[in-house]
């Protein structure tokens, strides 16, 4: 049972152009999403995240769109840049004090010159 | 940030020898980390959450004899995998957590059974 879903495996983009990573989710009781960064043979390093209060967090060249009436959510970076090329992973935490994140299967994205 | 190590980076091992994992927070205390195991091209996969002074808890479908978990400290968790065998070969991450959403993530460890 996929609770967070990433339906691209991959996506290519034009260095200068918008990237935009989408994420969906099936259970009511996440209340905080976050976006992260992945290399390869690496641990995952923090973007991005968005309470469930709020539809929009901005920071630099990343912001972070959650509709939750369509349990969506999405990364768009813009500029990218080749360095952005990565592994994006998008993760949800449930309501209550656990702390356990629940990880999408990830989109690699790639950007080029 | 807070930085979270892990020891040793890479590993590889025979098949039914035991093999520790260790995650330390380097610049602050974790009462909870968290061990993920990554499949190639695959999710993280959450395995179990190490409290300081307590018992880990598992996630469903993780073997606990298998997967040793001890928290003895504020700043050390390890995993040992127990009589490893090729399909325990993975890419095992580590987390600690300081504060609800906020976790760091250590650098990830290779493990290679042959």
């Known amino acids: 049972d996929q609770q967070v879903k990433q339906n691209s495996p991959s996506l290519s983009v034009q260095e200068g152009r918008i990237s935009i990573l989408n994420c969906d989710y099936t259970n009511s009781m996440f209340d905080y999403f976050l976006w992260y960064k992945k290399y390869p043979a690496e641990g995952p390093t923090f973007l991005i995240s968005i309470s469930s209060i709020k539809d929009k967090n901005e920071d630099g060249r990343f912001t972070v769109f959650l509709n939750k009436s369509a349990k969506h959510l999405s990364l768009h970076i813009v500029p990218s840049q080749p360095g952005d090329s990565a592994v994006y992973f998008c993760a949800a935490i449930t309501s209550g004090n656990t702390g356990k994140l629940i990880f999408g299967q990830g989109t690699t994205l790639q950007v080029k010159p | 940030g807070a930085v979270v190590s892990q020891h040793p980076s890479r590993v590889i091992c025979k098949s039914g020898t035991s093999v520790k994992i260790e995650c330390r927070s380097l610049d602050f205390q974790a009462t909870t980390m968290f061990w993920y195991r990554q499949f190639p091209k695959k999710s993280l996969m959450l395995m179990a959450t190490?409290?300081?002074?307590?018992?880990?808890?598992?996630e469903q479908g993780v073997e606990k004899d298998k997967f040793l978990i001890n928290h003895a400290s504020l700043t050390l968790s390890t995993l040992t995998v127990t009589s490893a065998h090729p399909e325990d070969s993975s890419f095992y991450i580590c987390s600690a957590r300081t504060g609800r959403e906020t976790q760091y993530f250590g650098p990830g460890t290779r493990l290679l059974v042959l």
């Open positions: 190490s409290n300081e002074g307590s018992k880990a808890t598992y």
